[in-house]
């Protein structure tokens, strides 16, 4: 089984940034994030591929957001830039055995959320 663990949430203000970490138990091919607002559905934000090559992102958060990752480490990150108050939500990281075209149905792997809240 794989875990995935999150750290780097928090409370910022509108403009500031966040850099979320998602650390591996074992590496996956492709890894990203999803977000889920209150009362809303859970939405694609970014994701990666193995290699780096391929990227892709939602389309609210081009822009402003990069997803990166280190394998050595097991680790993949977002960067999250020029945060606004629509941006609050909780972030999974999602692993995938597939593509880094990330849909929901092909997420094998999970971790438990972390809190990102944006002030106006």
């Known amino acids: 089984q794989v875990q995935l663990v999150e750290s780097g949430g928090g409370l910022v203000q509108a403009g500031g940034s966040l850099r979320l970490s998602c650390t591996a138990s074992v590496s996956v091919y492709a890894m990203g994030w999803f977000r889920q607002a209150p009362g809303k559905e859970r939405d694609f934000v970014a994701a990666?591929?193995?290699?780096?090559?391929?990227?892709n992102y939602g389309d609210s958060v081009k822009g402003r957001f990069t997803i990166s990752r280190n394998n050595a480490n097991k680790v993949v990150y977002l960067q999250m830039n020029t945060l606004t108050p629509e941006d609050t939500a909780v972030y999974y990281c999602?692993?995938?055995?597939?593509?880094?075209?990330?849909?929901?149905?092909?997420?094998?792997?999970w971790g438990q959320g972390t809190q990102v809240t944006v002030s106006s």
């Open positions: 990666i591929d193995y290699n780096g090559d391929k990227t």
């Open positions: 999602a692993a995938s055995h597939k593509s880094a075209r990330m849909n929901e149905g092909d997420i094998a792997y």
